[in-house]
């Protein structure tokens, strides 16, 4: 059975001047037990720059073990098909 962590904000958040890297993250899932992750980038780096989106893309399709999710602002835009995300994060607005 594999095991999955469903919510997990990675890379930089500028407001509290810290990032969640990659390898932490990995470090604490191999401690954990956890095989696969779902990421996303924080959502006022999301609204800030577009641009963002794309790494989550490419971390995942580099190992087997992040799943990228999109953002979803508060525009309520929708997932831009084309980028292959597997699913979304949205908070009510």
Known sequence: MEIFHGHTHWEPLVSLNMTVTTEELLQQAQESGV???????FPSMALADES??????????????FIPYYYIPEDLRLIPKEKNFYGEKWHWT
């Open 35 to 41: 095989d696969r992750i779902v990421i996303f980038s």
């Open 52 to 65: 963002i989106y794309d790494r989550p893309l490419e971390i995942g399709r580099s190992n087997g073990i």
